[in-house]
Nanobody, 123 residues
Framework: VQLQAYGGGLVQAGGSLRLSCVAS????????MGWFRQAPGKEREFVAA????????NYADAVKGRFTISRDNAKNSLYLQMNSLKPEDTAVYYC?????????????????WGQGTLVTVSS
């Protein structure tokens, strides 16, 4: 499966952004999906994950209550709605596909990755 993330940009603290990830290739609904982020000089970290059907989700503590992951299998699309953004949310955000299990938090467990989209939150 090929993944392409987009929707990043520059936003002020307290603002919102919606990231999207479009999949092509194998059946999108056969993959659990996740969002990760990587800030300059830091390791890639888990943000959120969603099951194949979309009925189950998992969030990092740092974004719980502010971010919402969702998917539309009919549109082969994954989303990340980000509200109440903080400067520490600044990072390149990546979508990823997991063909084995769902809701995993380790980046090494994901099989396919998008190219990333930059989110910059100004104070």
């Amino acid at each position: 499966v090929q993944l392409q993330a987009y929707g990043g940009g520059l936003v002020q603290a307290g603002g919102s952004l919606r990231l999207s990830c479009v999949a092509s290739g194998r059946t999108f609904s056969s993959y659990a999906m996740g969002w990760f982020r990587q800030a300059p000089g830091k390791e890639r970290e888990f943000v959120a994950a969603i099951s194949r059907s979309g009925s189950n989700t998992n969030y990092a503590d740092a974004v719980k209550g502010r971010f919402t992951i969702s998917r539309d299998n009919a549109k082969n699309s994954l989303y990340l709605q980000m509200n109440s953004l903080k400067p520490e949310d600044t990072a390149v955000y990546y979508c990823a596909a997991d063909q084995i299990f769902g809701l995993r938090t380790m980046a090494t467990k994901y099989d396919y990755w998008g190219q990333g989209t930059l989110v910059t939150v100004s104070s």
